[in-house]
């Protein structure tokens, strides 16, 4: 362990045992743990009892700390000779401020080790059964974010398979904008939410009919979206837990 350092470290997509043994150690030695809520709050059972433990994170839009405010706890703990954990959902560095506080730390001349996490965007549709590749069929994936500013147009690149981030508000954009690329709206696609979690479902369709699905059943944040014909995997794999919807 050192101090005068922070760990940016990958919680994983729910499930807490899908931390890094990495992760988990220095969850274990910290100070000071920085958290959001995406990040498996189990895991903080780990810590020293001594820890001084924070919530920044956000939540259905409302944000306990400013990104600003959240750098400068980062800096200051590390600052103060402390081992700090900032501990952030998924991978630290997919769509996500992680590198934003990287950033802001390096400049500051903190210590800095980055210590990647499981993706919700790989997890959620593996964990359904859904391969993101397979050889020789389905050769391209893309991971993107369906949040874009009004100005902005949603990304729908030529690949087999896309994974999007964030687009259960903008579903009918994200929908438009593949359609708008050239995909039949035939093609496959679901909604995987809360994977990993007790709370887990999925939800398929084509493009012609999920924005109504989505509607019908209420789909929630935190889901990623997938596209693409890999989905027809998983009534193979994990049939029991696809179910008919
Ligand atoms: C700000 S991004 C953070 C992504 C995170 N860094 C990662 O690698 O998973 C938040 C988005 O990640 C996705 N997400 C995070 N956890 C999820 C989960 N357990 N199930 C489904 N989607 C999840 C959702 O699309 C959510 O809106």
């Known amino acids: 362990m050192c101090r005068n350092k922070v760990y940016l470290i990958g919680a994983g997509p729910g499930d807490w045992e899908l931390i890094s043994v990495k992760g988990l150690k220095q969850i274990r030695r910290a100070d000071v743990i920085l958290y959001d809520f995406l990040a498996?709050?189990?895991?903080?059972?780990?810590?020293?009892?001594?820890?001084?433990?924070?919530?920044?994170?956000?939540?259905?839009?409302?944000h306990l700390l400013a990104q600003r405010r959240i750098n400068q706890l980062l800096y200051e703990k590390a600052a103060a000779g402390k081992s700090v954990v900032r501990l952030k959902g998924?991978?630290?560095?997919?769509?996500?401020?992680?590198?934003?506080?990287?950033?802001?730390?390096?400049?500051?001349?903190?210590?800095?080790?980055?210590?990647?996490?499981i993706t919700s965007a790989f997890a959620a549709p593996e964990s359904f059964g859904i391969p993101l590749s397979r050889r020789g069929k389905f050769t391209s994936l893309a991971v993107l974010t369906g949040r874009k500013s009004n100005k902005e147009k949603i990304d729908a690149p030529k690949a087999d398979t896309l994974i999007?981030?964030?687009?259960?508000?903008?579903?009918?954009?994200?929908?438009?904008?593949?359609?708008?690329?050239?995909?039949?709206?035939?093609?496959?696609?679901?909604?995987?939410?809360?994977?990993?979690?007790?709370?887990e479902r999925i939800t398929s369709g084509r493009l012609s009919n999920i924005?109504?699905?989505?509607?019908?059943?209420?789909?929630?944040?935190?889901?990623?979206?997938?596209?693409?014909?890999?989905?027809?995997?998983?009534?193979?794999?994990?049939?029991?837990?696809?179910?008919?919807?």
């Open 40 to 62: 498996a709050e189990e895991l903080l059972r780990f810590a020293k009892k001594s820890a001084e433990i924070i919530c920044v994170g956000k939540q259905d839009g409302m």
């Open 90 to 117: 998924g991978d630290p560095f997919v769509f996500s401020r992680g590198i934003e506080e990287a950033l802001f730390l390096r400049k500051k001349g903190i210590d800095l080790e980055i210590i990647p996490g």
């Open 164 to 199: 999007y981030l964030m687009a259960v508000a903008n579903i009918k954009q994200v929908v438009e904008a593949l359609v708008a690329s050239g995909r039949s709206i035939h093609t496959r696609c679901a909604f995987i939410e809360k994977a990993t979690t007790g709370k």
């Open 211 to 245: 924005i109504k699905k989505a509607e019908h059943y209420q789909v929630r944040p935190p889901a990623v979206f997938v596209v693409g014909e890999v989905i027809k995997y998983a009534r193979l794999i994990h049939a029991e837990k696809f179910k008919n919807r």
